[in-house]
C-alpha cells in the first residue's frame, strides 16, 4: 500500500475519490472471491497484491471524501469519523459476523458472503454517486437565469 499512499494525491487528481473508491471495491470482491476458491495456500501472494489497491487507495479516497462532506473548519471531524468507522466499527462488526460466519459456515462461504455483502455497498455507492451528479447537472441546467 506505500506506492498507493506515496501517490494517492496524483491518483486523486487523474480518477477521482469516486473512482477509487469503486475500484478498490472492486478489487476487494476480486481478492475475497479469490480467497473462497482458492486449492493451494501459495496462491493467496498474487491476491495479495491488490492489498495496496483495497488498504492504500480506499483509505486515501475515503479520508479525501469524507472531508470533503464537511465544511472546511470540521474537515478533520470527517476524517476523524471516516477513521474511526473504517479503522474501529468496521473491524468490529466484520470480525464479529466473519467469525459467526467462519464458526457456522465455514471460510468459503464468509468469503463469498462478504463479497456479496461489498457488491450491495458497491451498488449503493454508485447510485449515490448518481445522484449527487443528477443533483449537480441539476442545479447548473435549472439554475435561474439571472439577466432578467
Known sequence: EIPFFFFSGKLLAWFGEEWLLLSAMVAYII??????????PWWVLPLELLHGLTF?????????YSSNLFPPNLSAT???????????????????????????????FMYQSMACFISLAVVILILNFWRQLYQKMSAIVCRPDSSM
Open 31 to 40: 481478492r475475497v472471491l479469490g480467497y473462497s476458491v482458492l486449492q493451494s
Open 56 to 64: 492504500g487507495a480506499m483509505y486515501a479516497a475515503g479520508i479525501n
Open 78 to 108: 470527517g476524517q476523524g469519523i471516516f477513521s474511526g468507522i473504517y479503522a474501529g466499527l468496521g473491524p468490529l462488526c466484520g470480525s464479529l459476523l466473519g467469525g459467526w460466519l467462519y464458526d457456522q459456515y465455514g471460510p468459503r
